[in-house]
């Protein structure tokens, strides 16, 4: 193993900006890095290749291998533990993953809209009510979410908030391998006692469905889904939440684009392709390891070597995205990877992208002057976490 590879991850410390070695990823040739184990990896930031890696069956992503790339310690045991689909290769992934599959239909998410949309007009009237100077992470990005996962998921409103305690200690990057080890845990705890209750006394939600069709039949035991709901609260709070903070702030940082989404609101499609392009919050995913030597786009990939295919990177390939550096709330980016592809694409992609509509839509007609309320360089982002995003954004109109 070389030691004068360049560390993996690199440090992100500049607000909105990406690492800075993202550039020679995008659009181009992989980079060769080396992670805390000296472990040698390939970061793939050219659009095509992402899509290549991410659909060969050359690259496995079974988390449970020894030789699975990580970026920290403590994420090498938090891989260990993970049971869910999230960390499986076909045939196993597409099993457990249909077994969710019907609660994210595109229908499903349709009728959703109009409870996400009174949740929203909620959260706003409360901001309204309470007046400025107002942190819109606490007030909007957490609550929203959360609510959200109430309505689909079945989990009670009032244990949001440790839910969210879990998952950050899950997805931080800088606590010991005991700490989120701890975290996990409590989490899977966490989801295997509401499964119990959900069996005891069901309901009209996902945990009552997925019971009554795969566990009380025997198909799906419940530890196994206790493993699948942990994965889906974490993601359905941390990240929506994440993107409606980078999200707002990145509009009040761009006022000829925020403009434009004001005078035409039916740009709020494309909008959020763009930010979701733009931002990439999930820093370190996907991942694959090589499972026997390959060749990516002129590099020689071998045996054991673990590959980034690294979302913010493709999502500035010049080749597919012209002017990648420029926030266009008007170009088509459908073609975006910030939720993954292949068989491991977010299976909660569709609510995310309505949850965000919602929320951008009534936030800037609700509040047209809304404004930042503290000084740019003392926003408080979440450097320490897998998930990007921001800590705090106080607000005013």
């Known amino acids: 193993m ?27 040739c992989p980079m060769p890095v080396r992670l805390w184990n ?61 077994m969710v599959m019907k609660e994210f239909t595109a229908k499903r998410m349709l009728a959703l809209r109009p409870p996400i949309e009174a949740i929203a007009e909620d959260l706003l009237e409360a901001m309204e009510r309470n007046g400025p100077p107002c942190d819109l992470v606490a007030a909007l990005a957490v609550e929203l979410p959360a609510l959200v996962m109430c309505a689909l998921f079945g989990s009670p409103y009032e244990d949001h908030h440790y839910i969210a305690k879990l998952a950050a200690g899950r997805h931080g990057l800088t606590q010991s391998p005991q700490e989120a080890a701890i975290a996990a845990a409590e989490l899977v705890d966490y ?3 509401l499964i119990a209750r959900k069996e005891a006394t069901p309901a009209d939600d996902m945990i009552s469905r997925v019971i009554q069709e795969w566990v009380l039949p025997g198909h799906l035991g419940r530890d196994e889904f206790a493993d699948m709901c942990s994965m889906i609260l974490r993601a359905g709070h ?46 370190f995913a996907p991942r694959r390891v090589a499972l026997q030597d390959a060749e990516i786009h002129g ?19 010049p080749n ?56 740019y360089e003392q926003i408080a982002f979440k450097y320490d976490s897998q998930i990007y995003g921001l800590k705090k954004l106080m607000v005013a109109w």
């Open 238 to 283: 941390d990240t929506t939440t994440n993107m409606i903070g980078l999200g707002t702030l990145t509009l009040l940082r761009h006022p000829e684009q925020l403009s434009r989404l004001k005078s035409e609101p039916e740009l709020i499609e494309p909008a959020v392709d763009e930010l979701l392009r733009y931002l990439s919050p999930v820093q």
């Open 299 to 317: 590099a020689p990939v071998r045996q054991g070597d673990g590959v980034f295919a690294v979302n913010a990177a493709a999502n500035r390939d």
């Open 191 to 193: 989801c295997r006692k």
């Open 38 to 98: 000296d472990q040698r990896a390939w970061l793939v930031g050219n659009h095509a290749d992402f899509l290549s890696v991410l659909t060969d069956d050359r690259f496995s992503g079974e988390f449970a291998r020894s030789d699975f790339p990580c970026v920290t310690e403590a994420r090498r045991g938090i891989d260990k533990a993970e049971k869910s689909f999230v960390g499986m290769d076909n045939p196993r992934h597409d099993v457990y993953r249909r």
């Open 320 to 375: 597919e995205f012209p002017n990648p550096e420029a926030l266009d709330i008007s170009r088509d980016a459908s073609n975006h990877v910030a939720f993954g592809y292949g068989i491991h694409r977010c299976l909660g992609q569709g609510l995310a992208r309505i949850e965000l509509q919602v929320t951008f839509s009534k936030l800037f007609a609700r509040f047209p002057d809304l404004r930042i309320a503290e000084p």
């Open 2 to 28: 070389k030691t004068d590879l360049p560390l993996f991850p690199f440090t992100r410390d500049k607000q909105l900006d990406l690492p800075g070695e993202y550039a020679e990823v995008s659009g181009g």
